[in-house]
């Protein structure tokens, strides 16, 4: 099984793969994830996707949004990232495993909002999230380390007084480098899936209606929606990320989340939204 060709100083890397399709799972205006790819060689990357993206965490109305990505080395298989609104830091010297701090900012809900009703409601503050990650990658073809599933997770808290209590991620990753070119371009394609947990007041911050909110819901004769904690959603990203040139990649891809249970049921998804979530765009980089 081959990947994509190189030479020592312009090369079509793994880590610059793995990257360009993380970018594609992140948008700035979606709820935060990346796919769980990581980076396997030492070459630093920059840049760029476009989106559509929901309006709001559960709108049927959709968006442009963009979304930066760098990932710097600094050594012994440590490295920075920012991937849209999330920065990743791996601190562990192993290509199997990493681990290290995250931190996040999740979108603001405030009158923008295309739903007439929903642009009415107490806005929603950006919110600023710190935690940490960790992930394992196993490889399934001896030599061909691109070829692999990646088990990672991370759990975050917020920090400046949206919500109380934690959200986080489990998710598996599935990365394949097609054997032989498609169309005359060799490919590296992945599919994910994840689980989204959430605390009570995260899913009452972002699916939830009480106090002033419910003279906007007259249906709710007055009874708040208040809802549990739980599995908020299944995520499931895909990409699909080609080489151009020697130092410019092209990733096209996204991310279908379905919402689950009390957040499913919300007023604002179920009646003036859509429990299908989708993410959909093509991103840049550049190998420097």
Not at 65 to 80: C, T
Not at 114 to 126: G, Q
Not at 143 to 152: A, C, D, I, R, T
Not at 180 to 198: C, D, H, K, R, T
Request: charged share 20%.
């Amino acid at each position: 099984m081959k990947t994509f060709t190189h030479s020592p100083r312009s090369q079509c890397s793994p880590r610059s793969l793995a990257l360009a399709a993380a970018l594609l799972c992140s948008p700035l205006a979606a709820a935060q994830d990346v796919l769980p790819v990581e980076l396997l060689e030492e070459r630093n990357v920059v840049g760029l996707g476009v989106f559509a993206v929901p309006d709001y965490y559960g709108s049927s109305d959709y968006q442009g949004a963009v979304a930066p990505v760098l990932h710097y080395n600094f050594g012994a298989d440590r490295y920075v990232r920012v991937i849209g609104p999330e920065i990743q830091a791996n601190l562990l010297p192993r290509k199997d495993w990493r681990a290290g701090p995250v931190l996040r900012w999740r979108m603001r809900r405030d009158d923008d909002a295309d739903d007439e009703i929903v642009s009415r409601m107490l806005p929603v503050a950006t919110a600023t999230e710190v935690g940490a990650f960790v992930a394992y990658h196993m490889p399934l073809t001896q030599g061909q380390p691109m070829h692999k599933l990646v088990f990672s997770a991370d759990v975050v808290g917020n920090t400046n007084n949206v919500y109380d209590g934690a959200s986080g991620n489990l998710r598996v990753n599935y990365v394949h480098p097609f054997p032989q070119p498609v169309g005359g371009m060799q490919l590296v394609g992945s599919i994910g899936f994840g689980l989204f947990f959430a605390s009570s007041d995260f899913n009452r911050k972002y699916f939830g209606i009480q106090g002033d909110d419910l003279r906007l819901f007259p249906e709710r004769g007055g009874v708040p929606y208040d809802p549990d904690p739980s599995v908020t959603s299944i995520k499931i990203p895909f990409s699909i990320t080609t080489q151009l040139n020697p130092e410019w990649l092209m990733t096209v891809g996204g991310r279908y989340e379905r919402l689950l249970d009390d957040a499913k049921d919300s007023p604002l998804v179920e009646d003036r939204g859509d429990a299908d979530q989708w993410t959909i765009g093509v991103a840049f980089s550049y190998l420097f």
